[in-house]
RNA sequence: CGGAGCGUAGCGCAGUCUGGUAGCGCAUCGCGUUUGGGACGCGAGGGUCGUAGGUUCGAAUCCUAUCGCUCCGACCA
């Protein structure tokens, strides 16, 4: 490609909403375009990139033996209110009327339609198992669109979907696409870890997220660095200590903690480690028909229920969800606090309360303390020194119910936990008959009856990716893309290119010589300034770069630069191409 | 959805408090000089100041409403 024929918009600067590394360098080196929030237009530059990300995928989907075909953006609404998900979906989903004031969504993915077809067009066990993909444009109404095309409203996906006969050719299938999604960002040049991930509401025995491991990730990760555990912190079991309680060391005592409201200030008063110490969270169950019925007072059914965590952990309300009794809850109200503990919030504790009426839930850290430190139910006033069985009852629940933190004993019993961040960029699950069901898919099985088809499903965040690689892969000058994904391979900056003869010859030749190697290379022959070219290249993350020169040529010489070398290598001109290809193979 | 902030040229911003000719840098166009790390000079074009009302002799500026965007939180996955 010819520079002067191809489309080249870089800036500056930024636009100031961009805040994170990748959206800002996405919109520096113009491969995006914002037209509303979280909607962007992919420029010729940003494009490339996308169909290379896109190509990769479609190749080891297609190894993999998925079938690739396209279903539409716009659907009716009856599919998905026979699945349910058009009440269970919320204000993410995009829903309009056409013409004649029928229903129809915007898909945010094609569970429904992807169901439709095989009801229709499976009818025997013989025909299974299949995989069905699609790289589509995908839209989620997302509550706070944000970091550019990381978290867009509308992107594209690649979305699979499998069907089997029974739960063994399900998970054959499953570690099949597994397999497949390793080698996708393998060879998309991407850092990455397979995390075990929350199975949500659906259940079922299987889902892995795949995230590039980035700081500024949204997710974050725990992970054993002496075995291959990982998993979504939101999942992560977050074991007990592996000392047992300790016993009683010392008496309880009221200290007065005025004004002291969290356990970071009690602790700083006492001089007590924040380990030492435990926050109440005080939430209240409360049935869907009483939220139905806000504004009436309805008791029925409430209950209220004190958390117990150790003051240095964080409550995973994923894992407080699956509490019995529990979910689905909110947070209490002072007022509810005040009628059920006497006392106002920061001064909550587990001591002396009415057990019938508060339900106590410990964290399995919290219910290996002794001697800690709470709150006393008594405003400006803590607890020291106190102690489970001699100084109130054993909690009624113990649960896993914090945010795994590192150097928590890894739940196989290897070694510790370490924590990093993510991006996710994959996700795989086993949906088993939730939409089959729904839907009524069956075929007919191997004794002549119908059975419903086992499913699953399987998406790749292709836009996401692109921001991803960012992340993973910038520097002050700009974006260093992986060599599979680069817009383009390698530059050709030839220096003055309207004033020598000798640069302009020197520079078609490798141009065509490239070309003619199949390499995907960039000749900048906008006659700009060389500093121009070279922010340019490096700004969009162009792997490589020929620089060509008068001054150069005189000694039989052209430079060959890295991304991210520090410095040019000086090569004979007939030698480029090998010295290119020699690179690749790395 | 709650809290905060911002909407002035393609981008980054000043001007708003204290009403009176709409500005700066980058980018763009023309001419010239430049040509190994985002050149320089001279000249030019481009804005109904988010939108709609109101106050006023006069509104980017004050008031009201509305829309959009951003951040923090909640929510969702």
């Known amino acids: 490609m010819r520079a002067s024929k191809f489309f080249i918009s870089t800036i500056k600067e930024a636009p100031s909403d961009a805040e994170i590394a990748s959206h800002k360098l996405m919109m520096r080196a113009g491969l995006i375009k914002r037209l509303a929030g979280g909607i962007y237009t992919l420029m010729p530059m940003g494009l490339r ?43 993410e989903l995009l829903r309009f009327k056409d013409r004649h004031d029928r229903d129809f969504v915007m898909q945010p993915t094609s569970e429904e339609v992807i169901t439709d077809i095989a009801r229709n067009e499976l009818r025997s066990y013989r025909q299974l198992p299949v995989n069905f993909y699609q790289i589509q444009t995908k839209f989620r109404d997302e509550r706070r669109p944000r970091f550019g095309v990381m978290r867009g409203r509308e992107f594209t996906m690649k979305d699979a979907y499998s069907f089997h006969a029974d739960f063994d050719g399900l998970k054959a299938e499953y570690q099949n696409m597994f397999d497949a999604y390793t080698r996708i960002f393998t060879r998309l040049g991407l850092k990455f870890r397979a995390v075990a991930a929350d199975t949500g509401s659906i259940g079922g025995t299987g889902s892995h997220e ?171 006033y803590h607890l020291t020194g106190v102690n489970w069985v001699r100084d109130l009852p054993e909690p009624a629940v113990v649960a896993d119910i914090r945010n795994a933190v590192k150097g928590d004993p890894s739940p196989d019993g290897k070694g510790e936990l370490d924590i990093c961040r993510g991006i996710e960029v994959g996700h795989i699950f086993q949906l088993r008959t939730k939409y089959s069901e729904a839907l009524k898919s069956t075929v007919i099985g191997v004794d002549g009856k119908p059975v419903l088809l086992e499913m699953g499903c399987y998406g790749i965040g292709v836009t996401r990716i692109v ?18 994904i680069a817009p383009f391979t390698v530059g050709i900056c030839p220096i003055g290119i309207k004033k020598s003869d000798a640069v302009k010859a020197a520079a078609e030749t490798l141009y065509s010589e490239l070309q003619a190697a199949g390499i995907d290379v960039l000749l900048d022959d906008r006659d700009e300034r060389p500093g121009v070219m070279f922010a340019d290249m490096e700004l969009i993350g162009i792997p490589h770069r020929f620089t060509i020169g008068d001054r150069g040529l005189k000694e039989g010489k052209i430079e060959y630069q890295g991304r991210t070398d520090s410095a040019a290598t000086q090569i004979a001109p007939a030698e480029a191409l090998a010295l290119l290809k020699s690179k690749l193979a790395l």
């Open 49 to 91: 990139v996308v169909r290379k990300v896109e190509n990769i995928v479609r190749e080891e989907m297609n190894r993999a033996g998925a079938i690739e075909l396209s279903m539409p953006v716009v659907q009716p609404a009856e599919l998905w209110q026979e699945s349910g998900r058009y009440k269970q979906y919320g204000p």
């Open 210 to 380: 795949f995230h590039v491991l980035a700081d500024s990730g949204e997710d974050a990760l725990a992970f054993a660095p002496d075995s291959d555990y990982a998993a979504n912190v939101e999942l992560a079991e977050a074991m007990a200590p592996a000392k047992p309680r300790g016993a009683a060391g010392a008496a309880m005592q009221k200290v007065a903690t005025p004004n002291k409201k969290t356990c970071e200030q009690v602790v700083e008063q006492l001089g007590l480690p924040l380990s030492q110490s435990v926050k109440a969270i005080a939430l209240m169950h409360e049935p869907e028909e009483a939220n139905a019925a806000k504004g009436v007072v309805a008791t029925t059914g409430k209950r209220f229920f004190m958390l117990l965590l150790r003051g240095d952990h964080e409550l995973n309300e994923i894992k407080a969800g699956k509490v019995a009794g529990l979910s689905p809850f909110r947070f209490a109200t002072p007022a509810e606090i005040a009628n059920y503990v006497g006392c106002e919030p920061g001064y909550i504790g587990p001591v002396g309360l009415d057990a019938p009426r508060v339900t106590i839930v410990a964290d399995r850290s919290v219910a290996a303390m002794s001697d800690f430190v709470c709150g006393a139910n008594e405003a400006g």
């Open 467 to 484: 921001g991803a690689a960012i992340e993973q892969g910038h520097d002050e000058r700009g974006i260093i893309f992986p060599a599979a």
